[in-house]
């Protein structure tokens, strides 16, 4: 299973990032810019090997949670590289310097960053048709707070999660697993936690059934109990402990809504997503903690970890519309996260020509290197930072 998880992983991030890297590259392949080399992976060491056709080197590294492409007259920072070159001198004096990257356009330098976060926007829309067409374009979201979700059909409901298993109690003797749903009792749907609980207290001491939905595998099964009359104190009759669960049912029926559910659910769930981050900054803020904000925040680690829990669903439709999911929302953060004016990222790049523009002035080539180099290091500083996060809870 292990090899499977690894596999997939290697599988997802891999075709992120080859699809953002391609549109740095064509874009620059069709303006005419030299691409000098395009690369695999995070180019922390020497490449594990590499291949030269045409003018362009494709070279793949150890580390294979990124990539890059490096342009002819780009600074190595921008190719992933925590470096810092000043050849723009030679190059300007070279024979190709009508195809060096700093000597284009300002449109034409916009064009080429900005395809790398086009690119991924696309994907992520199109995997999302895909993904609703597969769950007739309905799908179930955990709520926090009250965020309503715009140009889609919205029905909030409560789930009721069992947290906990008591040893030898009625619940534990009959097979429950803790983090099950509570679908039914006695054929009776839940709706919410007094009625289960009034329910079970009215039948103590006779036989009921409580059919369950495992929260990881979503595999659904029944199992039968008898609740007790008098349990242990703190125990409860049945021995399990509840915790609710808020969930936006969303459905796109009309012809419009299917049409642009694509787009919109990608939207939708960035939104949703600012929107939970935002109170988690406000909550680490108000209690001076930042435990709950670390906590939604993962890194390589994390996100193989949730491979791993895919992988493992029986279902083959339901393991599918994960993947599908989780492919589509790490590829609109990343085509987000890149175009965030940060020095590194696309987003900075583009953020330095827009000052040229408003300026109507070249930057300094050193600061712009150095900038984007530092900013570089920052953000492979982060990702170490966060993967440790991530395995410490891996392990935990």
Do not use: C, W
């Amino acid at each position: 299973m292990m090899f499977v998880t690894a596999l997939v992983f290697l599988l997802i991030l891999s075709i992120l990032v080859l699809i953002h890297e391609a549109g740095h590259f064509f874009v620059a392949k069709r303006l005419g810019i030299k691409v000098e080399e395009f690369g695999f992976g995070l180019p922390l060491t020497k490449s594990l090997f590499s291949i030269k056709r045409g003018e362009t080197v494709y070279s793949f590294y150890p580390a294979l949670i990124g990539g890059f492409v490096k342009l002819y007259g780009e600074d190595d920072a921008g190719a992933g590289r925590v470096s810092v070159t000043h050849n723009k001198e030679q190059i300007a004096d070279s024979k190709d310097a009508h195809r060096a990257f700093f000597s284009r356009s300002l449109g034409q330098r916009a064009a080429v960053i900005l395809a790398g976060v086009v690119m991924n926007t696309l994907l992520a829309v199109t995997i999302y048709y895909a993904f609703l067409g597969i769950s007739n374009f309905r799908t179930e979201l955990p709520l926090l707070g009250d965020h309503h979700f715009f140009a889609v059909n919205q029905q909030n409901k409560t789930d009721i999660i069992i947290g906990s298993v008591v040893k030898n109690s009625p619940a534990e003797k009959a097979g429950v697993k803790p983090l099950s749903k509570i679908l039914s009792v006695d054929g009776r749907n839940v709706i919410n936690i007094d009625f289960f609980l009034s329910y079970i207290k009215q039948h103590k001491g006779q036989k009921v059934t409580l059919e369950l939905q495992d929260v990881k595998s979503n595999k659904k099964a029944t199992f039968s109990m008898v609740p007790r009359l008098n349990p242990p104190k703190n125990q409860g009759a049945l021995g399990v402990s509840f915790f609710p669960i808020d969930t936006a049912v969303l459905t796109y029926d009309t012809p419009f809504q299917k049409i642009t559910s694509g787009i919109i659910h990608p939207v939708n769930l960035m939104v949703y997503n600012f929107d939970v981050m935002g109170s988690l900054i406000k909550t680490a803020v108000k209690d001076k903690n930042v435990e709950p904000l670390s906590q939604g925040v993962s890194g390589p680690v994390g996100i193989y970890s949730v491979v791993g829990d895919i992988v493992q669903i029986p279902n083959l439709k339901e393991r599918t519309l994960q993947l599908l999911n989780l492919a589509g929302l790490l590829s609109i953060s990343l085509a987000f996260f890149n175009v965030l004016p940060i020095p590194g990222l696309d987003g900075g790049r583009l953020f330095f020509i827009l000052i040229e523009a408003v300026t109507r002035r070249k930057l300094n080539p050193k600061f712009e290197s150095y900038a984007n180099a530092i900013g570089m290091a920052l953000l492979i500083g982060l990702v170490i930072l966060v993967t440790f996060k991530d395995i410490g809870q891996f392990f935990k």
